[in-house]
């Protein structure tokens, strides 16, 4: 069995479209919520997104628009997973060129090799900024995950 695919990592599931965030904390917590639901990670992992960008700063911001929340391997990671939100209204991560953000993707990974792999497949998607336009505006969950796995 090969490297899952970003199919494979996305589920419909763990996509929302047009959430609600005061702030950046609760715009990875809504993606943080995504990858607990669909079983990647416990609660843990999601103040541990949080705790990356208190600790580094907004580097989680990797384009005009887009956030890649994400923290080391730990145990709180079940299973290497996505997540996407959008959010209704966009919000400040305090990065000088990209905010503010409206697309946040969410990344779980059970090893570094997993974690590489898996940024930079979506590194690939993401360059593209219509495909990431595509997906910030996206109607729906199928929608957005075929933007993102490739399949649009």
């Known amino acids: 069995m090969g490297e899952p695919t970003t199919a494979d990592l996305l589920p419909a599931e763990a996509i929302t479209l047009g959430a609600e965030a005061a702030d950046w904390r609760a715009a990875v917590a809504a993606a943080g919520e995504r990858l607990v639901a669909t079983g990647a990670a416990t609660p843990a992992y999601t103040d541990e997104m949080v705790h990356t960008v208190e600790e580094h700063g907004p580097y989680i911001v990797l384009a005009p628009g887009l956030a ?60 593209d900024d219509a495909r990431r336009a595509a997906l910030t505006d996206a109607a729906s969950a199928a929608e957005a995950r075929d933007l993102l796995t490739g399949a649009a």
């Open 68 to 127: 890649l929340a994400h923290a080391r391997p730990s145990p709180s990671v079940l299973r290497t997973g996505l997540s996407l939100v959008t959010l209704a209204a966009p919000v400040e991560f305090g990065h000088a060129a990209n905010d503010p953000v409206r697309l946040v993707i969410g990344l779980a990974a059970v090893d570094a090799d997993q974690h590489t792999g898996a940024l930079a497949r979506l590194a690939r998607v993401l360059a």
